[in-house]
Each structure stands twice: as structure tokens, then as C-alpha cells.
């Protein structure tokens, strides 16, 4: 599962700063509604740019208004239907998680490439569970350490 970062650094930018919280909420909810989009769809459907579409800003409170805000701090630009992230942390653009995707997979692919390479059945030497010493005398059987301390 893929999560909108938000840094350390965002709550003494002058652009959040000068946007207001109520700015910055719709910003970071459009991220995370921009992930949600391509959660559990296949990698060629994550855009090349995330893409906030009007009708989706209209339904927040004061969406249009908020949207405004970002737009004059740098933070959204306006496209043709919406708004486009004009200011973005770079782990959280489309690239990044088309990356994180591709490296997912390859850890699996490793992962199961060495699985097939390990050979089956019980290979010469290793343990199998039995043991070859033969059964214990009887009464020399071995005392855990709370028998022991027991018995005496």
C-alpha cells in the first residue's frame, strides 16, 4: 500500500504557510485521492501527472476557493477540467510509484527465483528430524531445568 508523504519541512513552507490550513487539507487529501485512483490497477493506468479534476475540488467545502489559494502559492497549477500539482515531493509523484512498483516486483521475481533454485526433497546431510544415536537408555532421559530442580 502506497501512502501521500507529507515532511517535516511542509509546516514552515511559506507557500502552506501563506495557503492556510484549509488549503493544505485539500492538498493533501487530492494526493491521497490521487493514489487511491491507481491502488490495485495495473501499472500503464498511473498517469504521467496526477490529475485533480474539478468536479472532485467542488465537492470539499469552499473546494474552488481553497484550489485558488493553492494556485497563487505555487502549489497547484490549472489545467483544462482541473489542477495539476505544480509543486510536489518527489516521493509521491506518478514516477515514483511506477519505481516503487517495478522494484516490487523484482523483489518478488528474486524472491522467487531463489525459491526454485533451492532443491527439493532432502538433500545429502541435512537434518531430517531423526535421530541416529538410537533410543535413550531407559531412566537417562534428558530433565528439562524445572524437573531438575524439582527432583532434588
Avoid at 485558488?68 to 502559492?73: K, T
Wanted: with cysteine; proline share 8%.
Amino acid at each position: 500500500m502506497t501512502f501521500w508523504e507529507i515532511g517535516d519541512e511542509e509546516p514552515e513552507d511559506p507557500r502552506f504557510i501563506a495557503a492556510g490550513p484549509g488549503a493544505c487539507g485539500l492538498y493533501f487529501m487530492a494526493g491521497a485521492y490521487c493514489f487511491r485512483q491507481v491502488r490495485y490497477r495495473p501499472e500503464h493506468e498511473i498517469p504521467q501527472e496526477w490529475f485533480i479534476s474539478e468536479t472532485w475540488v467542488r465537492g470539499w467545502p469552499n473546494g474552488l476557493r481553497l484550489a485558488s489559494r493553492l494556485v497563487e502559492n505555487g502549489l497547484w497549477v490549472r489545467i483544462p477540467g482541473g489542477y495539476a500539482f505544480d509543486w510536489i515531493r518527489t516521493r509521491n509523484t506518478a514516477d515514483a510509484e511506477r519505481t516503487r512498483r517495478k522494484k516490487e516486483r523484482d523483489k518478488a521475481a528474486a524472491k522467487a527465483a531463489k525459491k526454485r533454485s533451492i532443491p527439493q526433497g532432502n538433500p545429502q546431510g541435512s537434518y531430517t528430524g531423526e535421530s541416529t544415536a538410537g533410543p535413550e537408555p531407559a531412566g537417562e532421559r534428558s530433565r528439562s531445568p524445572r524437573e531438575s530442580r524439582d527432583a532434588s
